[in-house]
Antibody, heavy 121, light 107 residues
Framework: QMLLQESGPGLVKPSETLSLTCIFS????????WSWIRQPPGKGLEWIGY???????SYNPSLKSRVTISVDTSKNQFSLKLNSVTAADTAVYYC???????????????WGQGTLVTVSS | DIQMTQSPSSLSASVGDRVTITCQAS??????LNWYQQKAGKAPKLLIY???NLETGVPSRFSGSGSGTDFTFTISSLQPEDTATYYC?????????FGGGTKVEIK
């Protein structure tokens, strides 16, 4: 059974860096792209970015200046760092597996359960 | 970014009813569209990929159609367990973008 599990602090202070990790188990880590997607409370879904197991990545232009996604293939995990956070970054953060079609690897077939990160002092 | 507009934003229907949700893209996206179901407090679940293909294990009462800029998602006979918010998502261009969601409730 394929599982993704997010972990990280649930509370981050304004102007600091949000850091989350996602561990994948139950399948192949290669040949897929690994995404972070967020959802502010009561709102819709926003793609943050993705990374391939080789390390190549792409980010949403709206967040690109503040985001870094990295991968550790030895542990089947990938991580998100979002710096200079504000209250607008408060959201449930999901990690997801994306498979490729049309040259984009953005059909998300497996998701973590999500983790709420609140930005507050 | 490609904007995805869903309608309606919410609906209430009876068990057994046919339910239809529409999704319009701000530009041509061929059939590069997915549909997800999100139940309260849970992660989204992929139901339909490439506009009309049913994901493995998803009940056949769910279907999708459309191409270009206009897409439709249908539940042929609404069941109580279908209470959820449904999202369309395009993957024609980066960044992938989602519609605003349609909340489906049982009357």
């Amino acid at each position: 059974q394929m599982l993704l599990q997010e972990s990280g602090p649930g509370l981050v202070k304004p102007s600091e860096t949000l850091s989350l990790t996602c561990i994948f188990s139950g399948g192949s880590f290669s040949s897929y792209y690994w995404s972070w997607i967020r959802q502010p409370p009561g709102k819709g879904l926003e793609w943050i970015g993705y990374i391939y197991y080789s390390g190549s990545s792409s980010y949403n232009p709206s967040l690109k200046s503040r985001v870094t996604i990295s991968v550790d293939t030895s542990k089947n995990q990938f991580s998100l760092k979002l710096n200079s956070v504000t209250a607008a970054d408060t959201a449930v953060y999901y990690c997801a597996r994306g498979y490729c079609s049309n040259g984009l690897c953005a059909t998300f077939d497996y998701w973590g359960q999500g983790t709420l990160v609140t930005v507050s002092s | 970014d490609i904007q995805m507009t869903q309608s309606p934003s919410s609906l209430s229907a009876s068990v057994g009813d046919r339910v239809t949700i529409t999704c319009q893209a701000s530009q041509y996206i061929s059939n590069y569209l997915n549909w997800y179901q999100q139940k309260a407090g849970k992660a989204p679940k992929l139901l339909i990929y490439e506009a009309s293909n049913l994901e493995t294990g998803v009940p056949s009462r769910f279907s999708g159609s459309g191409s270009g800029t206009d897409f439709t998602f249908t539940i042929s006979s609404l069941q109580p367990e279908d209470t959820a918010t449904y999202y369309c998502q395009q993957y024609d261009n980066l960044p992938p973008t989602f519609g605003g969601g349609t909340k489906v409730e049982i009357k």
